[in-house]
């Protein structure tokens, strides 16, 4: 018997009984599945290009940017794709057991989380690493100093270290404040808060460099952090916390 990986048991979805792959998925909805009609699924996503030159960053190889940008964000698009279109199609059967239709939802929701995450973590690189403007001083405010909030932030990556997820740099709109937020996988997230500084912490975002030494990686991260593009998005987000407040 071909055993399957526990990435590939994960990514199963089990529809009308049968177990059918997302590998699967994606081959029929490039080969076969129409553009859907219904706009919410129309599966249409294409992933954002590089906004950097990946043969420039400090500490961080051109072929682990371009791996993890090919691969596990395109990847995870083509995913997305595919789902909306098998759920267009779903919508048109009337008889597909509510808990089957639960399962391609919940697939939805991981790969548009991970399309999201990926937009943020490949936005905020490019950069030389240095804070500035209107963030720099909303996290002295937050944290105390600079310093304080950086340990904090690479601490909490490093407990995701030879695990997955995220370390997000949020603005909740509930609550007013900046909190680093830990995030197990793609759907963790606090409710109405705006991702300012993403990092990924999935394997493949650093093992091609530095195996399992994570924490090498989260200091290579902060060393290439586009400053400029996180304080667009806190300047954005205290904007729209004007509305979202009212």
């Not at 998925?25 to 219904?38: D, G, K, V």
């Not at 924490?215 to 060393?223: E, N, P, R, S």
């Amino acid at each position: 018997m071909q055993s399957i990986s526990r990435r590939e048991a994960i990514e199963t979805i089990t529809l009308g009984g049968a177990a059918l792959s997302l590998s699967t998925l994606i081959a029929e909805a490039q080969t076969t599945a129409p553009a859907s009609a219904i706009k919410a699924f129309a599966g249409q996503h294409q992933p954002k290009p590089l906004p950097f030159d990946p043969a420039k960053l400090n500490g961080l190889s051109e072929k682990l940017i371009k791996s993890h940008w090919e691969n596990n964000y395109g990847g995870t698009v083509k995913a997305l794709n595919a789902v909306e279109l098998r759920l267009a199609a779903m919508m048109k059967d009337k008889d597909i057991p509510p808990y089957v239709y639960g399962d391609v939802k919940r697939e939805e929701m991981i790969r548009t989380g991970s399309l999201i995450l990926h937009d943020h973590y490949f936005g905020n690189l490019g950069g030389d690493g240095k804070a500035a403007e209107n963030i720099l001083d909303a996290i002295k405010e937050a944290w105390g100093s600079y310093e304080l909030w950086e340990a904090e932030y690479k601490r909490t990556g490093n407990a995701l270290a030879g695990g997955s997820g995220w370390v997000v740099l949020g603005y909740n709109f509930h609550t007013g404040e900046l909190h680093n937020y830990w995030a197990w996988d793609h759907m963790h997230n606090a409710p109405v808060s705006r991702p300012l500084l993403v990092m990924d912490m999935y394997e493949h975002a650093y093992h091609i460099d530095f195996g399992a030494a994570a924490a090498k990686y989260v200091d290579a991260f902060m060393l290439n952090v586009n400053w400029q593009e996180v304080n667009r998005r806190y300047t954005l987000a205290q904007k729209a916390a004007v509305y979202m407040r009212a």
